[in-house]
T-cell receptor, first 113, second 114 residues
Framework: KNQVEQSPQSLIILEGKNCTLQ??????????LRWYKQDTGRGPVSLTI?????NTKSNGRYTATLDADTKQSSLHITASQLSDSASYIC????????????FGTGTRLTVIP | KAGVTQTPRYLIKTRGQQVTLSCSPI?????VSWYQQTPGQGLQFLFE???????NKGNFPGRFSGRQFSNSRSEMNVSTLELGDSALYLC?????????????FGPGTRLLVL
């Protein structure tokens, strides 16, 4: 069964600290993996997208890693800011099938001063 | 280039009523997908339209329907509303005909069913 699981469900960190969010998936065959940031009451915004051959992709203070062998991805946030408070959603797409996008339920990150 | 727009942004309805939500994709994008997002379930895929045709459909009851117009604008209709339909409804557009391409989400319509 194609699934995407994210951990932790929620996380509270101090401003300026680093954090890492996890995404494990069982989607097969794999096409790409994306991380989205969703501010409260807003639509998700794409942070990174990685294909099978990419194991690291950065977008400013956000760095995503992918291990296609273990089917794990992580999103590392460096020097967190209050504006990083949001939900982070991992989305994995498969190459086949009509419904080819699988969403994690997200990690709710709260950055406190 | 303007982003994906959705109207209305907020809506309050009562059980049994019906509702129509609208989505205007980014100019040039022909694929429009709809999602329901609730705190417990995360993002759930409703359906996808491309060139006025429904290409894919998620596991939602027939009360949920949609359509796409020749200018790629899309509408979603929910009939006989239930309390459980309260959610954030998101629309996403992409330039290609495959939903797996990068999607651009709108701000969503927050629906509250009383």
């Amino acid at each position: 069964k194609n699934q995407v699981e994210q951990s932790p469900q929620s996380l509270i960190i101090l401003e300026g600290k680093n954090c890492t969010l996890q995404c494990n998936y069982t989607v097969s065959p794999f096409s790409n993996l994306r991380w989205y940031k969703q501010d409260t009451g807003r639509g998700p915004v794409s942070l990174t997208i990685m294909t099978f051959s990419e194991n690291t992709k950065s977008n400013g203070r956000y760095t995503a890693t992918l291990d296609a062998d273990t089917k794990q991805s992580s999103l590392h946030i460096t020097a967190s800011q209050l504006s990083d408070s949001a939900s982070y959603i991992c989305v994995v797409s498969t190459q086949t099938g009509a419904n080819n996008l699988f969403f994690g339920t997200g990690t709710r990150l709260t950055v406190i001063p | 280039k303007a982003g994906v727009t959705q109207t209305p942004r907020y809506l309050i309805k009562t059980r049994g009523q019906q509702v129509t939500l609208s989505c205007s994709p980014i100019s040039g994008h022909r694929s429009v997908s709809w999602y329901q997002q609730t705190p417990g379930q995360g993002l759930q895929f409703l359906f996808e339209y491309f060139s006025e045709t429904q290409r894919n459909k998620g596991n939602f009851p027939g009360r949920f329907s949609g359509r796409q117009f020749s200018n790629s604008r899309s509408e979603m209709n929910v009939s006989t509303l239930e309390l459980g339909d309260s959610a954030l409804y998101l629309c996403a557009s992409s330039p290609q005909d495959k939903r797996a391409e990068t999607q651009y989400f709108g701000p969503g319509t927050r629906l509250l069913v009383l």
